[in-house]
């Protein structure tokens, strides 16, 4: 059975009103870096978009209990650490190093990676979880979700200063890892017992992917 539940209708403004705060966030950041003779001051606020978005998930989240917040620090800690291993011996997705974009760094890797890794896994267990499949296949379908995800923010990332591949070439073995670790974080997911029905997350995963693929494919 899917978890997926239509918004209440006394919530139905408020999702209207975060959509558009979601949509006003990316679209001017767009607009801004493609168009600015300064993208680097919309570059600033890239943690600040993350923050609201992380925020407005959270809001929506209902009956945000012990279980939901283990989750959270479980996925958070799990994707801190895969990337500071990364970053450190290229055994996890290859030989790359974060740039300034993304915020202060510890032991290399911004903090706000962690948010980001629980973000992706969120969106994407959500989303399949509106999908009447059994949990060994909303598992592989959310990984895939998140290594989509992954491609379309991997392809404008150097540019932008949020990471950069050794050599300038992302490797097959990043989305490798992506996927192998992705897993294990949908499966935390699916195992940890807390609602998983946000009416923002299909908005927010495609305006977040859309807002990706533009940068890069509008920006050459």
């Not at 958070?76 to 997705?93: D, K, P, R, W, Y």
């Not at 999908?131 to 989509?148: I, S």
């Not at 404008?156 to 070439?169: I, L, M, S």
């Not at 908005?203 to 533009?214: I, K």
Request: charged share 10%; with cysteine.
């Amino acid at each position: 059975m899917s978890d997926s539940l239509p918004p209440p209708a006394a919530n139905a403004a408020r999702l209207r009103a975060a959509q558009a705060l979601v949509l006003l966030f990316h679209a001017t950041g767009l607009v801004g870096l493609l168009y600015s003779h300064d993208p680097g001051f919309y570059l600033q606020f890239t943690p600040l978009t993350l923050l609201l978005s992380a925020a407005l998930l959270a809001a929506f989240q209902p009956g945000r209990n012990a279980a939901f917040w283990q989750f959270c620090l479980a996925v958070g800690l799990l994707g801190f650490a895969a990337e500071v291993v990364g970053v450190h011996t290229g055994a996890l997705f290859g030989h790359y190093a974060y740039g300034d974009a993304l915020g202060p760094k510890w032991l290399d890797v911004p903090p706000l990676m962690a948010l980001n890794w629980v973000i992706i896994t969120y969106l994407a267990g959500g989303l399949a979880r509106r999908l009447p499949l059994g949990e060994l296949a909303r598992t592989l379908v959310a990984a895939l979700l998140m290594v989509g995800f992954d491609l379309c923010l991997e392809l404008p990332a150097g540019r932008y200063d949020f990471w950069h591949w050794t050599g300038g070439v992302i490797p097959f073995r990043n989305f490798r890892d992506w996927f192998i670790l992705a897993c294990l974080a949908q499966m935390l997911f699916n195992r940890v017992r807390f609602t998983k029905a946000n009416p923002l997350v299909p908005f927010l995963y495609a305006v977040q992917l859309l807002f990706f693929f533009a940068l890069e494919w509008l920006g050459k």
